[in-house]
T-cell receptor, first 111, second 112 residues
């Protein structure tokens, strides 16, 4: 069982730089989700893919954020022109029907 | 808009002291209510899914129950390794939305 894998685990970047995170879901899971979690808060939904189609995006996902899932396999989340408010844990989850499996997340610090 | 409120925000118990965590929710239609455990610096770990009022599920020292307005996570005779943040989330059956709405969690500390 490989679980949901996220890379990198930690990322420190300067304000204004672009960053990209990768998520490898459980292989047989066709649904993939991105969430953002700040300290003391629960995860907040960002976006959702079914296979390669991006079906839903939260209001939290500003124009600086873009997510892709080519060929319905791994997914990437890119943040352009990072701001200090983007500092958070970015979590990826996958599922087949119900019951999400989360990865360990990528912790982003914008300095 | 879906809402999830968890209480208490933090709870400190002695080892063996049983207690309950509360999750109150508001949804237009409940597809499922989820409980997760989260350790510091890690992603949430799935515990239970409940689908309808009256449903109960158990796993080791944990038992989750569901009513039409709230869910409880009962912890019986907890051990220090049960220390974690416990998150409750709901999935709405309406509007085509598939994301989960989470509460802020209950930070549980079990002292030996």
């Amino acid at each position: 069982d490989t679980g949901v894998s996220q890379d990198p685990r930690h990322k420190i970047t300067k304000r204004g730089q672009n960053v990209t995170f990768r998520c490898d879901p459980i292989s047989e899971h066709n649904r993939l989700y991105w969430y953002r979690q700040t300290l003391g808060q629960g995860p907040e939904f960002l976006t959702y893919f079914q296979n390669e189609a991006q079906l839903e995006k939260s209001r939290l996902l500003s124009d600086r954020f873009s997510a892709e899932r080519p060929k319905g396999s791994f997914s990437t989340l890119e943040i352009q022109r990072t701001e200090q408010g983007d500092s958070a844990m970015y979590l990826c989850a996958s599922s087949l029907r119900y019951g999400y499996t989360f990865g360990s997340g990528t912790r982003l610090t914008v300095v | 808009e879906d809402q999830v409120t968890q209480s208490p925000e933090a709870l400190r118990l002695q080892e063996g002291e049983s207690s309950s965590l509360n999750c109150s929710y508001t949804v237009s239609g409940l597809r499922g209510l989820f409980w997760y455990r989260q350790d510091p610096g890690k992603g949430p770990e799935f515990l239970f899914t409940l689908y309808s009022a009256g449903e109960e599920k158990e796993k080791e020292r944990l038992k989750a129950t569901l009513t039409k307005k709230e869910s409880f996570l009962h912890i019986t005779a907890p051990k220090p390794e049960d220390s974690a943040t416990y998150l409750c989330a709901v999935q709405d059956e309406g509007g085509g939305a598939d994301g989960l709405t989470f509460g802020k969690g209950t930070h549980l500390i079990i002292q030996p």
